[in-house]
Nanobody, 116 residues
Framework: QVQLVESGGGLVQPGGSLRLSCAASGRTFSTYGMAWYRQAPGKEREFVARIGSSGSITYYADSVKGRFTISRDSAKIAVYLQMNSLKPEDTAVYYC?????????WGQGTQVTVSS
């Protein structure tokens, strides 16, 4: 069983930055595929970014490319999402997902609100 706990969400003005963290459990974290998703009110959950187990391969949704950066730290057993140049349309609950041996595990989510 993998447990994930997100943190770092909050209220930020347009153009601002936030850094989300996802703390994971498990001694084999280095083998996990990690990703961030988000869900805005009234919308389906959507993919934001993912990072391979080695940390060298990353993918981003077109809507966040060039503004968001995903990274991981195996020593701290954590994955991060640095979000810059935030827009009101980035407002959503952000979820961390771990893929382990074909199984997906989700955190509880952290709210990000971009508003003036």
């Amino acid at each position: 069983q993998v447990q994930l706990v997100e943190s770092g969400g909050g209220l930020v003005q347009p153009g601002g930055s936030l850094r989300l963290s996802c703390a994971a459990s498990g001694r084999t974290f280095s083998t996990y595929g990690m990703a961030w998703y988000r869900q805005a009110p009234g919308k389906e959950r959507e993919f934001v970014a993912r990072i391979g187990s080695s940390g060298s391969i990353t993918y981003y949704a077109d809507s966040v490319k060039g503004r968001f950066t995903i990274s991981r730290d195996s020593a701290k057993i954590a994955v991060y999402l640095q979000m810059n140049s935030l827009k009101p349309e980035d407002t959503a609950v952000y979820y961390c997902r771990a893929t382990v041996n074909g199984n997906n595990y989700w955190g509880q989510g952290t709210q990000v609100t971009v508003s003036s």
